[in-house]
């Protein structure tokens, strides 16, 4: 053969196996299926307890057999919490009712895909573990293991040395927080397995009940009877958790009692007055009013229709926001698309909420319905357009082509914060590792971790699209339970809707262009800048009020307005008589001094932003201290 035609049959095959790579690769961003399976894996290595024989990670094994023993019961079992061995009541039941929403309202999908089994399995790790937390009425064991010292120390969980001290709730040490999501974890679960085991149904709907009664009987934050939690996860306010498990005992049990909680207290509670751009393990607004607006869009409302459409207002600025349809009040994206929310962990933010306009996409079309927003309305198939997106980022369609699923694609993190996955199985090196040497020995290493942590979402990259694959990083490459378990119902929806391949090949990332579709992309609102006046303008607006412990509060609003020509940068306000919290400003560590958040440093011409506080009494006085 010529020299010339050898040349030309080696480019040919040359290209075919790029082509076919390139093919490859492109599929796998949109193989929703393979995703979904992983993620069950991630829910296995994280198990507490006794393993049972089925057990796929075989680089686990048993660990915390004595959990609850020092004070008189058993809490063996449960979900560890991410690259740690504590078990943290309030983010593991919130994965538990992601993972019950999904079963109930992507049966199909995941029944289809062959893992609703698996998924009834994941939720059960967690359902037994808090029954066996929940054993009398108003009692509720919140957290196994000490935050402080756990942290301290870098080693498998079949080797801890750490305190296993177990914190409660009672009526003396309420948690209405917690306890109120339990309740809506296990009720959720209630209706996921009615129709495979009514029996055990029936007992998380008991527990469920139960628990509601002593969140709303005995109110207070978790945080303040379990102190250890607060540095891991503080708690905002219990409101939202209230009205979330009187929203899902109304779905599990038809009783109208529940309804007419969530509509008598929409006010007083914060249902119908907290419009969100989050959803979150904290902040379950949201979802609480996409769950109610089910009841609307199916014409149940009955007399309680005109509380349910106030509802509805807000599960629409949620998804009007997350479409930068909001009359400029819209979520935050980074240059490659993704929502961004928080520095730490940010795709957990990301992922819950991809995950919730999955499910209301559903409820608008079943209904037929459309979403109304401030800069028009759009079709549901737009809200899974953009719950596609964010799945379609988090498997690799980035800047960085890197899937965050860890295990997924030909490229994902392999130095991942979890001290499992960064230590050789105690099936390999049996000997026991103690709480310093894993720092020394494992923790720094720049190698690959020796145990690859299938299925779990790392926190993912900074608000620029940039991810460091390094262990010590925790902000970006820890895996968490609340960040992965919205990505079953994801990932079931999109394989269901799409098929496994999302429909056929897609092409590797680019610098995004604006989609071609029915609808158009927002244009962003601003304000028309004034030609006199002062530079900057506030207006200060009272958007709810409720009465607590003989005291009436204040949801104060305080939009920032440029009123300028110019760019306005380092804006340091001075707020005075403040006695409540504080929302969208960023303390600076001077007294009564306040700053805008990162993200948002420089305000353009016209430009507005807004936060809230909420005190009871005279409003606070807000006055600019300095700007350039």
């Known amino acids: 053969m010529s020299k010339f035609g050898g040349s030309l049959l080696g480019v040919a095959l ?90 109930v309202d992507n049966q199909k999908e995941l029944s289809g895909s062959n893992q609703m089994q698996q998924t009834l399995w994941s939720i059960r790790w967690g359902t037994d573990y808090f029954i066996k937390a929940h054993p009398q009425p108003n009692v509720l064991w919140g957290q196994v293991g000490d935050g402080q010292s756990d942290h301290y120390c870098w080693e498998r969980a079949e080797d801890m040395t750490t305190s296993r001290i177990a914190y409660k709730l009672d009526q003396y040490h309420p948690g209405s927080d917690l306890a109120g999501e339990t309740a ?23 527990h469920a009940k139960v628990l509601f009664s002593f969140a709303d009987k005995y109110r207070g934050l978790y945080t303040d009877s379990i102190p250890n939690a607060k540095a891991f996860y503080m708690s905002s306010g219990y409101s939202d958790e209230l009205l979330w498990a009187a929203a899902w005992l109304h779905r599990a049990t038809g009783d109208e009692y529940y309804l007419k909680y969530a509509v008598n207290n929409a006010g007083y509670l914060g249902g119908t007055g907290w419009g969100m751009k989050e959803f979150s393990w904290d902040n379950k607004y949201a979802g609480v009013q996409v769950l109610l607006s089910k009841i609307l869009l199916e014409g149940k409302g009955g007399a309680y229709t005109s509380t349910l459409k106030q509802y509805q207002m807000k599960a629409d600025y949620f998804a009007c926001a997350c479409l930068k349809k909001n009359g400029g009040y819209n979520i935050q994206t980074t240059p490659g698309g993704l929502m961004y929310v928080r520095e730490w962990n940010n795709l957990q933010y990301a992922s819950a909420a991809a995950f919730l306009l999955a499910i209301y996409s559903d409820y608008l079309s079943a209904a037929n319905a459309k979403l109304n927003c401030p800069d028009g309305s759009v079709p549901p198939q737009a809200l899974l357009d953009f719950a596609r997106s964010q799945a379609d980022y988090i498997l690799g369609k980035n800047r960085q082509g890197m899937s965050y699923l860890v295990g997924y694609g030909p490229k994902y993190p392999i130095r991942v914060h979890h001290r499992g996955a960064s230590i050789p199985s105690i099936f390999v090196q049996r000997s026991s590792m103690n709480c310093v040497q894993g720092f020394d020995s494992w923790y720094r290493r720049a190698q690959a971790d020796p145990n690859v942590i299938y299925g779990a979402l790392v926190g993912g990259p900074d608000q620029n699209d940039y991810y460091s694959d390094d262990r010590t990083n925790y902000e970006q490459s820890e895996p968490t339970l609340s960040g992965t378990a919205p990505l079953v119902g994801l990932f079931a929806k999109l394989s269901g809707k799409l098929g496994s391949y999302g429909g056929g090949y897609s092409k590797p990332y680019q610098t995004p262009k604006p989609p071609a579709s029915s609808y158009k992309a927002p244009t962003p609102t601003t304000y028309i ?47 005075e008589d403040l006695t409540g919290p504080i929302w969208g400003l960023n303390p600076t560590g001077q007294k009564n001094t306040y700053q805008l958040p990162q993200w948002q440093k420089t305000l353009k011409p016209g430009q507005a932003y807004y936060f809230v506080y909420v005190q009871g009494g005279p409003q606070a006085k807000v006055s600019v201290l300095s700007y350039y």
């Open 184 to 206: 809506a974890a296990l009720a959720a679960a209630s209706l996921a397995f009615k129709p495979y085991n009514s029996s055990y149904s029936a007992i998380l709907l008991t």
């Open 529 to 575: 800048p004034k030609q006199s006046g002062a530079p900057i303008e506030f207006l200060h607006s009272v958007t709810a009020n409720w009465m607590a412990w003989n005291t009436r509060y204040y949801r104060h609003k305080v939009i920032i307005k440029n009123n300028s020509q110019k760019p306005i940068s380092g804006l340091k306000l001075k707020i």
């Open 14 to 103: 040359l290209l075919t196996v790029l082509l076919g790579a390139a093919a490859t690769a492109a599929a796998e961003y949109y193989n929703y299926v393979n995703a979904l399976d992983k993620t069950f894996l991630f829910f296995e290595a994280q198990r507490s307890g006794k393993l049972p024989a089925a057990q796929r990670v075989k680089w686990r094994s048993d660990s915390g057999l004595k959990d609850g023993l020092a004070q008189g019961l058993s809490l063996e079992g449960g979900y560890y919490d991410a690259g740690d061995h504590v078990k943290f009541g309030l983010p593991m039941a919130f994965a538990v009712t992601m993972l019950s929403w999904a079963a």
